[in-house]
């Protein structure tokens, strides 16, 4: 079981990891043991919620593709178990961070007491920057 929240978790089923060979420098031991995961997890078969399948359907990630899959590769570790442990530990922060409702932002103005300070600041400014040009006699 992965345990996603209090109330939510998935199957090992509804996850397909597999191993494949990493990419990178490592001598002959690349070429030989695969490594590294890919990680398939399919939102729309899954058990979440619909509140969680809207908001991970409608993030704009890379990882997630137009048919609702999460594919993930991880490649970080040089063991087979610590990569897997990584995929899945990415895969909860980002069904985790879809979940997550943005607080909506209130847009402000300055306050003429800041428009001030600020004008204030660029002429003082420009003033000091004259003053170190050529001196006219």
Do not use: W
Not at 69 to 86: C, F, G, M, P, W
Request: charged content about 35%; aromatic content about 4%.
């Amino acid at each position: 079981m992965i345990k996603i929240s209090q109330n939510v978790s998935l199957t090992d089923e509804e996850v397909s990891i597999s191993f494949i060979r990493a990419q990178g420098a490592g001598g002959q031991n690349v070429n030989k043991v695969s490594s590294a995961v890919h990680l398939r997890f399919d939102i729309k078969a899954s058990s979440l919620p619909e509140f969680y399948k809207e908001r991970l359907l409608k993030l704009s990630d890379q990882r997630i593709t137009r048919d609702g899959i999460v594919i993930l590769k991880a490649q970080s570790y040089r063991t087979q178990e610590k990569n897997r442990e990584d995929a899945l530990q990415r895969l909860v922060e980002l069904i985790r961070s879809a979940v997550v409702v943005q607080k909506k932002r209130r847009p402000t103005k300055p306050t003429r007491a800041s428009k001030t300070r600020r004008m204030d600041k660029k002429t003082r400014r420009g003033q000091v920057k004259s003053l170190r040009g050529r001196i006219k006699y």
